[in-house]
């Protein structure tokens, strides 16, 4: 009989929040009925994160806004140490100048930014919430804190 190779995930995504801070009309936490809503504690972050000793990506979101779950930048840090890659999906409203600057502080790779719409009017009528402008300050005012810092991470897309 010849030994079977047993290879582990190298690869995980884990949802650190599923709360939100919008009601998107194409979304399955605004459609369907769930379970309430919760964070994910960093006791049970590092419980699942250290059953895979060799974790080479993590993506920090599912249904849930990540930047809501104050943790978050615990929970990059520790996978940074680790020597993983680490970035997420958000909507971008809750990146406050303190929220972006923890960030940054823990290595994050990769901001994501999820929009729908290229427009105040279309933003609101998916997303269902006005937060369009506010957004794109929060944005601008993260890059542009990560210039003054000479900080290449995490790399921000749209």
Avoid at 22 to 51: A, G, K, M, W
Avoid at 69 to 87: A, C, F, I, Q, S
Avoid at 144 to 155: G, M
Wanted: hydrophobic share 35%; glycine share 6%.
């Amino acid at each position: 009989m010849t030994p079977q190779l047993v290879t582990l995930p190298r690869s995980i995504y884990l949802e650190p929040t599923s709360r939100c801070n919008e009601f998107c009309q194409q979304c399955p936490r605004t459609l369907l009925s769930r379970e309430d809503d919760r964070d994910l504690s960093f006791e049970n972050f590092r419980y699942i994160v250290d059953q895979f000793p060799v974790l080479e990506r993590v993506v920090l979101h599912g249904l849930g806004e990540p930047l809501l779950n104050k943790e978050l930048p615990r929970m990059v840090r520790y996978l940074k140490d680790r020597g993983t890659y680490v970035l997420f999906n958000s909507n971008g409203i809750a990146l406050t100048p303190k929220c972006g600057q923890a960030l940054i502080d823990a290595g994050l790779d990769e901001y994501r930014l999820s929009m729908d719409g290229s427009n105040r009017e279309t933003y609101a009528l998916i997303r269902g919430v006005d937060a369009f402008e506010k957004i794109w300050r929060n944005v601008k005012a993260f890059i542009e804190l990560q210039k003054a810092q000479n900080a290449s991470k995490p790399a921000v897309s749209l």
